[in-house]
């Protein structure tokens, strides 16, 4: 990170990436808000939004609006409704354009959001676009995480990926923090019940195969979804999916061993 | 495509690109589904798995124990249970290990893949990763497709995506066949009703705000999810799903003028 002008070196936030192998699993869901439940217990959180051809950060934390003003060509993060600072690929490109970047650009704009001028924040968690290719790389070459947070369905397809991501780090020696069971348990707006649409407790079976924690479980619900297109994460709200979403920045406090 | 030996020049398959924009809205199930489809039309068919960091179509199409052989450094497609013939990214990668390929490395087994020694087929059904960085750029500079099919889910995040896709394919003059909503319509198993964890219709609206096809719909469904992880793809049974499936590729059978 930059150091500020006529202060000591920062110390640096404690960086934590939040993978996922395959798309679609709830990853930036997940990271918006882990990174407003860790603002609610008050931490100074930024967020990178990393997912270079599908950003949603701007739209999950209702930032659309807001453009991020640059400083000596350092970008400085615009402070979401939420309190949490948010650097985002959709802020480098316009909406509704084709992003048609290969890799070296791709992770020339990852440099870009991660060294920006974040002040002084405890946690930067990192929304990762799906696979294991450029982005990642220059992650893990140039900005060693302090930890990597799994998201997965569980489905099989989905925990293949997972597993694929969670070899990944292992071999870049980023301590994986726990794996995140995403889209478990739906409940029938109709009758109440609930039934497992992409199956249940794969990823927690999964987790316990590789050996890392298993930290929760997020429900599929309409409303998580209402809620991120409209751009007011449930984990700014009360009830049982903020609780769950505390719980998960609470496993993420007290792993400040991280640090 | 390379030329068999003794014969005239081959005219080549057409090339359908299945691309999504956003990954983990079912681009990979819709795929495979497709191309059994269209086999069971009649049509010879290949099926190129390009998602490079999440290889699924072996397990969708219980082809992994099959291994492809190779010919003078030509891969050999592998012939599914189901009459499509197969070359995956998961077949150049071990199974539970991390693939950290940078751009160029992916381009490059994409375009081994496209080139293997496919014989006489009429289609080559493509499944991209998701964005559209290295692989989707090789695949249209190298291999021009004769059609694109986007497929989404409902929701407002994954339209986005789905139109950065679009744009990708404008700006590459590759014709969009069409937008297929996936998992729209969720029935609940306890009392038969549905309902719409994703949205819906918000493909239909998006194909028609772009001026494009809307091809159809594939509801969420437990049956997708379990017989897509068992290998055992509704589009070879009998039903609605599988009803739907073959009307989608009704609409690429008529659309021969791609060819």
Known sequence: ???????????????????????????????????????????????????????????????????????????????????????????????????????????????????????DIDDLVIDLPPGTGDVQLTMIQKFKPAGALIVSTPQDLALMDATRAVRFFEKAEVPVIGVVENMAGYVCPHCGEASDPFGSGGAEAEAKRLGYPFLGRIPLAIDIRTASDAGTPPAAGEGPIADAFAQLADALVEREALA
């Open 1 to 119: 990170m930059a150091e500020r002008a006529g202060s000591a070196p920062a110390k640096g936030p404690r960086l934590i990436a939040v993978g996922s192998g395959k798309g679609g699993v709830g990853k930036s869901t997940l990271s918006a808000n882990l990174a407003v439940a860790l603002a609610r217990k008050g931490r100074k959180v930024g967020l990178v939004d990393a997912d270079i051809y599908g950003p949603s950060q701007p739209r999950l934390l209702k930032a659309e609006d807001l453009k991020p003003q640059a400083k000596d060509k350092q970008m400085i993060p615009v402070t979401t409704p939420y309190g949490v600072k948010l650097l985002s690929m959709g802020m480098l490109v316009e909406p509704d354009k084709a992003i048609a970047w290969r890799g070296p650009m791709a992770a020339g704009a990852l440099t870009q959001l991660i060294e920006g001028d974040w002040g």
